[in-house]
C-alpha cells in the first residue's frame, strides 16, 4: 500500500485532479467529503460548532448554512482556527479507519487523500509521497470569483487565509500545474501515476 497526499490552493483544480487520479486507479478518501459528514445534522460535530460559532450559523431545516460559516471563518483567523480544532479529529479518524479498510482489501493499493490543508495539519508527514497542484495567482482569483460568486477582494482574502504556494512546493514530491488545458493535466498525473505504481 502507498499512502499519497494530494493538496492544493483554493481553486487550484485539486479535485479535478483527485478524480483524474480516481480514474488511473487509485482509491480516494476525500477530506472534504469527510467534513460534509462530520456536519450532517445530529452529529457531535454540528453540535460542537453551534455551541462555538451559535445558532446564525444554521438553515432553517437544523442543516449547517456553510456559506455563512465560511465568511465568518474565513474574515477571522482565530474562528478559522477554532473551526478546524472541531472538524479535523473526525476526519483524520475517519481517514485513518478507511485508509486501513483498504489497506486490508486490497494491500497493493495506492490510496490517495485529497486534503487541503494537508500540509498545514501537518498530515503530509504521515504520507509516503505529496503531490501538490499549483495554479498561476492571476487564473486562481479569477476561477474562485467565478465558482463561488465572489467579490476580488473576498477571493484574494480566502487565498491568502492559506499558505502560500512557494511555501508548500519545498513540501511536495510531484507537482500538477492545475492551470494547464484538461489534456496536459491527465499526461502530468498519468506520468505521476505509473511512478506511484512501480513504488508499491
Known amino acids: 500500500m502507498l499512502l499519497v497526499g494530494l493538496t492544493g490552493g483554493i481553486g487550484s483544480g485539486k479535485s479535478q485532479v483527485a478524480q483524474i487520479f480516481k480514474a488511473l486507479g487509485a482509491y480516494l478518501i476525500d477530506a472534504d467529503e469527510l467534513a460534509h459528514e462530520a456536519v450532517q445534522p445530529e452529529r457531535p460535530v454540528l453540535k ?14 437544523g442543516t449547517l448554512d456553510r456559506a455563512k460559516l465560511a465568511r465568518l471563518v474565513f474574515a477571522d483567523p482565530e474562528k478559522r482556527e477554532l473551526l ?34 494537508l500540509i498545514e495539519t501537518g498530515s503530509d508527514q504521515l504520507m509516503d509521497k505529496v503531490i501538490l497542484v499549483t ?30 504556494q ?27 501515476y505509473e511512478e506511484l505504481v512501480a513504488l508499491v
Open 48 to 61: 460542537r460548532i453551534v455551541e462555538a460559532f451559535g445558532t446564525e450559523v444554521l438553515n432553517s431545516d
Open 84 to 117: 478546524n480544532s472541531i472538524v479535523h479529529p473526525y476526519v483524520f479518524r475517519e481517514e485513518e479507519r478507511r485508509r486501513k479498510e483498504i489497506a486490508q482489501k486490497d494491500p497493493g493499493a495506492i490510496i490517495l487523500f485529497d486534503a487541503a490543508l
Open 135 to 164: 495554479i498561476d495567482r492571476r487564473k486562481q482569483i479569477g476561477r474562485i470569483m467565478k465558482r463561488d460568486g465572489l467579490l476580488r477582494e473576498e477571493a484574494v482574502r480566502r487565498i491568502e487565509s492559506q499558505m502560500p
Open 166 to 192: 512557494a511555501k508548500k512546493k519545498s513540501k511536495a514530491d510531484y507537482l500538477i500545474d492545475g492551470g494547464q488545458p484538461l489534456k496536459t493535466i491527465e499526461d502530468q498525473a498519468r506520468r505521476i
